[in-house]
């Protein structure tokens, strides 16, 4: 392109002139674009990486204290999204919506609590943050195809 504005810059007709200011108008503003777009495409990276350090770090803390974590809602709120846009970018960064997460979280926690510590299930439970018992019987029965009393009997054997 600017090969054939040098040219016609050269050349003594003034339709040629004005052909080449066009055409150099045109390839600036072209350049303008694409840096605006390259530009923007940098600052999109920027922040879908922060997201996903900040997911990657929630879901981190979920899995550590899985028995105090607040609800999506709070979680959401905490990051400064709407429940709608944090459960979407949290299920595409992590690959599990925020509230399914927390539930194998808190299952993986309750499986680990009743191998390693002589803690009832109901006991397991309240340290969890679960409010009733059987729907902790419940949920974890969902999970793993067995009640808490029974996951505990099978590590006994």
Same mark, same amino acid.
């Given at each position: 392109?600017?090969?054939?504005?040098?040219?016609?810059?050269?050349?003594?007709?003034?339709?040629?002139?004005?052909?080449?200011?066009?055409?150099?108008?045109?390839?600036?503003?072209?350049?303008?674009?694409?840096?605006?777009?390259?530009?923007?495409?940098?600052?999109?990276?920027?922040?879908?990486?922060?997201?996903?350090?900040?997911?990657?770090?929630?879901?981190?803390?979920?899995?550590?204290?899985?028995?105090?974590?607040?609800?999506?809602?709070?979680?959401?709120?905490?990051?400064?999204?709407? @429940?709608?846009? *944090? &459960?979407?970018? =949290?299920? %595409?960064?992590? #690959?599990?919506? /925020?509230? !399914? +997460?927390?539930?194998?979280?808190?299952?993986?926690?309750?499986?680990?609590?009743?191998?390693?510590?002589?803690?009832?299930?109901?006991?397991?439970?309240?340290?969890?943050?679960?409010?009733? @018992?059987?729907? *902790? &019987?419940?949920? =974890?029965? %969902?999970?793993? #195809?067995?009640? /808490?009393? !029974? +996951?505990?009997?099978?590590?006994?054997?």
């Amino acid at each position: 392109m600017m090969r054939r504005i040098i040219t016609l810059r050269s050349d003594v007709a003034v339709d040629s002139h004005a052909v080449a200011e066009a055409l150099f108008g045109a390839l600036l503003s072209d350049l303008v674009r694409e840096q605006t777009n390259l530009t923007r495409s940098i600052a999109l990276l920027k922040n879908e990486k922060r997201q996903q350090e900040m997911m990657q770090q929630l879901a981190n803390q979920i899995r550590e204290y899985s028995g105090r974590v607040p609800a999506v809602a709070e979680l959401a709120r905490s990051m400064g999204y709407s @429940v709608d846009y *944090f &459960s979407r970018v =949290f299920t %595409q960064i992590i #690959g599990h919506r /925020p509230q !399914e +997460f927390v539930i194998t979280a808190r299952i993986n926690r309750a499986k680990q609590l009743l191998s390693e510590t002589s803690l009832s299930v109901g006991e397991v439970s309240t340290v969890l943050g679960f409010r009733d @018992v059987f729907f *902790f &019987s419940k949920q =974890f029965r %969902q999970k793993t #195809g067995c009640t /808490p009393t !029974e +996951f505990r009997a099978k590590l006994m054997r």
